[in-house]
């Protein structure tokens, strides 16, 4: 299982259910990516969509503590439910917020992180992956997005 998510430089992914610096490039990622994808997302980041609803052209499954349908999506309310329900799926994307990061993070192998060399106030943060011992990054590609340092980076947990 993989996950794809925007950090900026103190790990911070968001504030009050957004991001608070938004990098274009990293959008026209995150679509190309997980296109044809299983999105596994929050009730809140879902609010945050476009449309603040299910992405096109992806298999989404919503994870939170709520009971009842949203259109476009299938309802699961635990890491192992998920994890079922997606289970033959050829790709697998975790893509937040925080809670869903955290209680998927086990079932990870690979996270497709960028990284936005800005310090915004955040409240919900990413697992810093350069200090954990068991991930190692294994791609870079800086580039500058309005004159920001940013990096596309790929990690993968170690056997």
Known sequence: MEAIVAV???WGIGS?????????????????????ATLIVGSKTL????????????RNL???????EIPGAEVVHT????????????????VGGATVYMAMFPYL???YVTKIAATPRSDAYFPN?????????????PFISNGMD??????????
């Open 8 to 10: 900026y430089t103190d």
């Open 16 to 36: 009050d259910g957004t991001q608070p610096i938004v990098v274009p490039e990293d959008r026209r990622r995150f679509a190309e990516i997980t296109r044809g």
């Open 47 to 58: 609010l945050d969509f476009p449309g603040s609803g299910p992405l096109k052209g992806r």
């Open 62 to 68: 919503i994870m939170t503590r709520h009971e009842g």
């Open 79 to 94: 890491p192992e439910e998920a994890v079922e329900l997606c289970r033959g799926d050829e790709r697998v994307f975790v």
């Open 109 to 111: 192998d690979r996270i």
């Open 129 to 141: 992956l350069d200090s954990l011992p068991d991930w190692k990054q294994t791609e870079s590609e």
């Open 150 to 159: 940013c990096e596309f980076c790929v990690y993968e947990k170690l056997a």
